[in-house]
């Protein structure tokens, strides 16, 4: 009886030390404030934040930290400030220093192809202090005939993107590519927004599957594109992820302001990295809300397993632990990582015995199962190199190269093995450029060759014709101008190109750098021009089978260590057939060099690059980039700000500073009339790159005649290109893309004369 009351007694004092230590527990991971509410709904509410109905103390006195709980709905919902700004808390991180709310979707919709028949809403966002996220967010657009914009109220940037198509077969479910449904990036600082949504021709080719054109800001991940969006999209109140810190003050600044400091005891106090103000976080060791007093407490390490390395006997320390070994053991306690020798046993012969057995277990396992499993290894290596191969377009590849009217087979297929060799592994020392989509590598191969090799990010595999066009164009084209394709590599997740390695960057880096562009005299700019233009007029009307480049830009011209040009970029060319003049395509290209008459009817002509090649003239000639916002709205387009210049007789006002101190005025205006004739809205009243070509070299031998005679035109081998047709394109960095491409200079769409 005497024993069972003691037992009774030590049950009874067991669960009291239990309930203590379960209401410590919850003191310490208290949120708020005592006699605060702590939440609405389903939404935790920590300090500084606190609802509107509470105590002042409750919430630090700022309305963004401020939480409107509407009681009417079950469960309750919270809205950021006041309810009437229809703005809903979704969630509140102290850890992340992070508040979700919903945000808005714009549309723009279309009963038929009418302008007056169709309804639109442009959402807009204003907060007071708390930035957007710009590394959880992104802003989408989604139609297959839309242009989206993204505009800071107070008119200080705005940017956006495009996305189009004539078929609902061109589009694909899966992340936006651009084809339905494209996607940029938020700036950082960013507080505020209005949205806005044009169609280039009301939706009229689009009407049966895509009548309305969406457009939101949403945390990335929330959204997944599918085809369906197209008729009715059917993802609704998009999550928006917001940076909040406190006040406007630094660390520093706060420090020194002991009345507006708020970082508790073992905390850490950071600069906010978006917006203003700082953040305060628990100590290492700790956890907790840091903005409540004594509100980051000690973690008990020893309480998770996975929280320490101890072996045998964990000893929690106010903010860490130790470690320790039972009698009969000697060490440092700690699992045997890093520094830790364990718990070892004092008798020799014990640890002699565990060791024997461990060792033999060990040798009787790799003898079992190594040889099967390095020849399963191996085995799925190879398989796995022959699926990259056949995903990547190998077969049609070799197809290709082997067809009897093939007049080269220069084009080699790299193992993986040679690349990673020429790379080493791909070490970032070997980078030399980046693009949105891949990265390019500097190799040296075993012959002593320097090479580029373009390592994409991703490839749609669904677009893997359009990456074999440029292999067969550029292997099979022998131009002294033209940068030279030595192969490419298949056998890798995503499929790898080989060029010869040009030293000197693009032409577009030279002229808009003004460490570089001082160093493009007249002659020089006038003979990469020549040379440009002579490597056009070979595709167009040399080469067995007429090339049309597509995408002709400064950025696409690459230049050596003497200035000579090397045109690139041949993932968006179309092969013409003898007996065709004109193509229609779906319209690709970049902004600010896009053939007008190509854009509004997608009939493709040899005069589509004529357009493009009149503006890189035009960047030539003044030093300015062929789309800039960061220009008023009548000189935002260079063509057209160039044209009415001519025509306004300014053109001189506008020229590059390093042309008009050489004192050559009647030659550069010469250049300027030939790229008004480039420039002609109607293709048919362009002159031919051949004519341009011819023109260009006459005034190169003017320029020359005082000093070093013109360079003279090389001989190019003709050579028989291949039949299919393709519609992708690299962009400079050399990654494959698909689709519309919108190249635009900060991502920003420009105006079209014939949307709404």
Request: aromatic share 4%.
């Given at each position: 009886m005497v024993i069972y009351k003691l037992l009774l007694k030590a049950a009874m004092l067991g669960a009291l030390l239990c309930l203590y230590h379960k209401h410590l527990a919850q003191a310490n991971d208290?949120?708020?404030?005592?006699?605060?509410?702590?939440?609405?709904?389903?939404?935790?509410?920590?300090?500084p934040f606190g609802l509107s109905d509470s105590d002042p103390h409750c919430r630090i006195n700022s309305s963004s930290f401020r939480v409107d709980c509407d009681y009417s709905t079950k469960p309750p919902i919270a809205y950021m400030s006041k309810?009437?700004?229809?703005?809903?808390?979704?969630?509140?991180?102290?850890e992340d220093h992070e508040m979700l709310i919903n945000a808005f979707i714009g549309r723009d919709c279309y009963k038929s192809s009418r302008h007056d028949d169709s309804s639109s809403n442009n959402p807009w966002l204003w907060l007071a202090e708390f930035p957007f996220s710009s590394t959880k967010n992104k802003f989408t657009a989604i139609g297959c005939d839309t242009s989206a914009s993204f505009r800071d109220r107070h008119g200080k940037f705005s940017f956006g993107c495009m996305s189009s198509c004539s078929s609902v077969l061109d589009v694909s479910n899966g992340s936006c590519t651009g084809i339905g449904c494209c996607e940029t990036s938020i700036p950082r600082n960013t507080f505020n927004y209005n949205i806005s949504i044009t169609s280039f021709s009301n939706h009229s080719d689009v009407l049966s599957f895509n009548p309305c054109s969406y457009a939101f800001v949403a945390e990335i991940g929330s959204y997944n594109f599918s085809v369906g969006d197209l008729k009715q999209l059917k993802f609704t109140d998009p999550p928006l992820v917001l940076d909040w810190a406190i006040g406007n003050q630094t660390c520093e600044e706060a420090k020194n302001d002991n009345t507006s400091y708020m970082c508790t005891n073992n905390t850490i106090c950071t600069d906010a990295e978006n917006g203003s103000g700082y953040k305060c976080t628990c100590s290492e060791g700790y956890q907790g809300n840091p903005y409540l007093e004594n509100g980051c407490h000690d973690i008990?390490?020893?309480?998770?397993?996975?929280?320490?390395?101890?072996?045998?006997?964990?000893?929690?320390v106010i903010g860490n632990y130790t470690c320790s070994c039972p009698n009969g053991y000697h060490g440092d306690g700690k699992k045997g990582v890093g520094d830790g020798q364990g718990c070892i046993a004092n008798s020799s012969q014990h640890l002699m015995e565990i060791l024997v057995g461990v060792a033999g277990a060990i040798i009787v396992l790799l003898f079992s199962i190594g040889f099967l499993y390095l020849g399963h290894k191996k085995m799925k290596l190879i398989k796995l190199k022959e699926q990259y191969f056949k995903q990547n377009g190998g077969l049609l590849l070799q197809q290709q190269l082997d067809e009897p009217d093939k007049t080269t087979k220069a084009t080699k297929i790299f193992s993986a093995e040679e690349l990673e060799k020429a790379t080493d592994s791909y070490h970032e020392r070997r980078i030399v450029g980046r693009g949105g989509y891949g990265t390019v590598y500097k190799g040296l191969l075993p012959n002593g060759m320097v090479v580029a090799i373009k390592k994409s990010k991703l490839v749609d595999r669904s677009q893997i014709e359009q990456f074999i066009n440029e292999v067969i164009v550029l292997s099979q084209i022998n131009h002294r101008n033209v940068v030279k394709l030595l192969g490419c590599c298949l056998e890798t997740e995503v499929p790898l190109l080989v060029y010869k390695f040009i030293n000197n960057g693009t032409l577009f880096d030279h002229i808009h750098d003004p460490k570089n562009s001082s160093k493009l005299s007249w002659k020089t700019r006038l003979r990469i021009a020549s040379e440009t233009a002579r490597v056009l007029s070979y595709l167009h009307s040399v080469a067995s089978i007429p090339i049309i480049h597509r995408d002709v830009k400064s950025a696409n011209i690459l230049l050596d260590a003497n200035y000579t040009a090397k045109v690139s970029d041949f993932g968006a060319s179309k092969l013409i057939p003898l007996d065709q003049t004109q193509l229609f395509t779906m319209v690709q290209g970049t902004w600010g060099y896009l053939d007008p008459e190509y854009l509004h009817t997608s009939q493709l002509t040899e005069k589509s690059d004529v357009y493009s090649f009149g503006v890189v003239l035009v960047e030539l000639l003044t030093g300015k980039k062929a789309l800039s916002f960061d220009r008023s709205e009548e000189e935002r387009s260079l063509a057209t700000y160039f044209l009415s210049s001519l025509k306004n007789d300014k053109f001189f006002q506008i020229i590059a500073e390093v042309i008009a101190n050489e004192g050559i005025n009647e030659q550069v205006r010469e250049v300027a009339n030939l790229v008004k004739r480039c420039l002609t809205i109607k293709a048919e009243e362009r002159p031919t790159m051949k004519e341009v070509a011819i023109e260009l070299e006459r005034l190169r031998a003017m320029a020359n005649h005082s000093g070093v005679s013109s360079t003279d035109v090389n001989q190019e081998e003709i050579v028989h290109l291949p039949r299919e047709k393709t519609d992708?394109?690299?962009?400079?960095?050399?990654?494959?893309?698909?689709?519309?491409?919108?190249?635009?200079?900060?991502?920003?769409?420009?105006?079209v004369s014939s949307g709404r």
């Open positions: 208290s949120i708020t404030k005592p006699g605060c509410r702590s939440s609405c709904g389903n939404l935790s509410i920590p300090y309810k009437s700004s229809n703005i809903k808390i979704l969630n509140i991180s102290i008990d390490e020893c309480a998770d397993p996975e929280m320490n390395q101890c072996e045998k006997i964990c000893h929690n992708a394109y690299m962009d400079t960095s050399g990654i494959m893309n698909t689709g519309y491409t919108n190249s635009m200079e900060d991502h920003i769409m420009p105006k």
